[in-house]
C-alpha cells in the first residue's frame, strides 16, 4: 500500500530553535538517514505518553511514509495532526496512542483519503 508522499497542500515552517539542535554526521550515516529528509518537530499533548511527552523533540524521516505496524508515525488525519502507532487491519488503519486514556483511531481503506503520513518517527529527544 503507497501513502501520498509529496505533501502538496502542506508546508513545512521552519523556524529557529531557542538552542540549535545539534547532531553529529556519523548518526546519520549509521542510521542511513539523509537529513534533507527530516524535519525535527515539538510533541504537544500527552497522548503518546509515556514514549513521547509534552514538548519533547521528534525527528521524522519525510521519505519513510511506507507503514511498519508498531511503528510511530507523524500524521494528519481529517485536517487534524497526530503522532500515533499505526496498525494495519483487515479493515483500514488503527492509529494507536500509548497513553490508554486516548481511544484509538480506526480509519476504515474507504476514507484513506483523508489521511497523510508525513513520515516515520526515527529520533526523540526530551
Not at 524535519?39 to 519525510?62: F, Q, Y
Request: negative net charge; aromatic residues 10%; glycine residues 4%.
Amino acid at each position: 500500500m503507497i501513502y501520498q508522499k509529496n505533501h502538496e497542500n502542506i508546508k513545512w515552517i521552519l523556524s529557529e530553535f531557542e538552542e540549535l539542535l545539534l547532531i553529529n554526521n556519523n548518526w546519520f550515516k549509521s542510521k542511513n538517514l539523509i537529513p534533507d529528509d527530516l524535519r525535527a518537530m515539538h510533541v504537544k499533548g500527552n497522548s503518546m505518553a509515556p514514549n513521547l511527552e509534552n514538548n519533547d523533540i521528534v525527528m521524522i524521516n519525510t521519505n519513510d511514509v511506507e507503514p511498519v505496524d508498531g511503528e510511530t508515525y507523524a500524521i494528519i488525519y481529517n485536517k487534524h495532526f497526530f503522532i500515533r502507532q499505526i496498525r494495519q487491519t483487515v479493515d483500514g488503519i488503527n492509529l494507536i496512542s500509548s497513553n490508554g486514556d486516548y481511544e484509538t483511531i480506526k480509519i476504515s481503506y474507504n476514507h484513506l483519503d483523508n489521511f497523510i503520513i508525513l513520515g516515520k518517527k526515527v529520533w526523540r529527544c526530551g
